[in-house]
Structures are given as structure tokens and as C-alpha cells.
């Protein structure tokens, strides 16, 4: 497995939650790393994405202020702190890593297998 994400769960709305992501060193080097997911029934769609040196970030406009991207280079882990969770949140969160920063699906070449996050109201 080169992508492993973890930490999604069932939680209230305006809970917390913090993903993770682990990648081999194949998979993490020098690339850009996001999130996305997927809810039932819809696309899936871009959520945040990080730069290497986490000087830039990118953030879809419905998580803005409530999510947070974050890497530990030192880890080969890429993190996402969800606060003030909503029911639409509710979707399969999936990491990705490629080698250039976006917020297009299409600029990722590796893919984690994702963590369902439940958000109930």
C-alpha cells in the first residue's frame, strides 16, 4: 500500500476530526499532497491540498476556516484537521500525492484507498 489514510469515523455535527495519511517514500518525496472526497452519490471533488514545504495551500471554498492541511516531512504524513463538522461533510476521504500542486484530481498520481467520515446533525 503506498497511500494509507486513516481516522475518519461517525461524529456529531460541529465535532472534530483529524485525518491521516501515511505514503511511502515512493509516493511522498518532493510532491504535493491533497485531499479530496466523495460523498454518495456525487463526484468527487477536491477538499485541500499542501505544497512539499507547506508554503502553499489550497482549500475548496466550503471547508475554508474549518479545515486544516498540514505534512510532517519527517513522517511521510500529510494530515487534515476538520473542525465544526457539518452533515455535508459526510463523504469517503481520499488522500492523494503528484507532482504538481492543484486542485484537479488529474495532477495526482497516487491515491490512498479512503476513510469514511460520518456526520450526523
Known amino acids: 500500500v503506498q497511500l494509507q489514510a486513516s481516522g475518519g469515523g461517525s461524529v456529531q455535527a460541529e465535532s472534530s476530526l483529524t485525518l491521516s495519511c501515511v505514503a511511502s517514500?515512493?509516493?511522498?518525496?518532493?510532491?504535493?499532497m491533497g485531499w479530496f472526497r466523495q460523498a454518495p452519490g456525487k463526484e468527487r471533488e477536491f477538499v485541500a491540498a499542501?505544497?512539499?514545504?507547506?508554503?502553499?495551500?489550497y482549500y475548496e471554498d466550503s471547508v475554508k476556516g474549518r479545515f486544516t492541511i498540514s505534512r510532517d516531512n519527517a513522517k511521510n504524513t500529510v494530515y487534515l484537521q476538520m473542525n465544526s463538522l457539518k452533515p455535508e461533510d459526510t463523504a469517503v476521504y481520499y488522500c492523494?500525492?503528484?507532482?504538481?500542486?492543484?486542485?484537479?484530481?488529474?495532477?495526482?498520481?497516487?491515491w490512498g484507498q479512503g476513510t469514511l467520515v460520518t456526520v450526523s446533525s
Open positions: 517514500e515512493s509516493t511522498y518525496r518532493t510532491y504535493a
Open positions: 492523494a500525492s503528484g507532482g504538481r500542486l492543484g486542485v484537479v484530481s488529474n495532477l495526482y498520481q497516487y
Open positions: 499542501i505544497s512539499y514545504s507547506s508554503g502553499t495551500t
